[in-house]
C-alpha cells in the first residue's frame, strides 16, 4: 500500500515522461529540481550548491534534472537547451515560487522531498544511510564518515 501511496503521488506530479525515468531505475539516483521559473533566486542557488561537490554526485550516481514549467534539462549546469515533456512533475502545481527538490532512489521510489535549497552534505547523509548506498560502499571498501 505504502509503495502505491507513493507510486501514485510521482505518477501524478510527473514532468518528465515516465520511460525517461524508468531509464535510471537501478543504474542512478535522480535529484528532480522543480522551480516555477528558470529566473528562480532559489533555483540557481541550488544549482550552485550542488556544483560545489559534483565527485559527491557522481560517487552517489545521483543524475540532477532541472524541471521548469513544461521542460526540463538534465545535469547541474545551465541548460543552452529545455527538453519539452510529456508528464508533469510538480512545476505546473508550483505556482508560489517555491523551489521542490525530490530525491528519487535506485528502486525508483520517492525518498525525500526538500521545498527550499538543501545542501549537498544533507542529500549525501540521507543518501548513505540507505542499504544500497551501503552495499556499494562495502564493495568498494569504503568506511562511513
Known sequence: MKY???????????TITAQELSAYQWQNRLL??????KE?????????????????LKERKLIVFQIVQDSYAKGIEVPKKWHKSTLEYGSKENTDDK?????IGLDGGLKRTWDSPVRPNVIYSLIDQMPMRRAEMRRRGKTRH
Open 40 to 56: 528562480s533566486e532559489e533555483l540557481a542557488a541550488q544549482l550552485a550548491l550542488l556544483q560545489e561537490d559534483k565527485e559527491g
Open 4 to 14: 502505491l501511496l507513493i507510486w501514485l503521488l510521482l505518477f501524478t506530479t510527473i
Open 99 to 103: 523551489l521542490l527538490v525530490h530525491l
Open 32 to 37: 528532480l529540481v522543480v522551480a516555477s521559473n
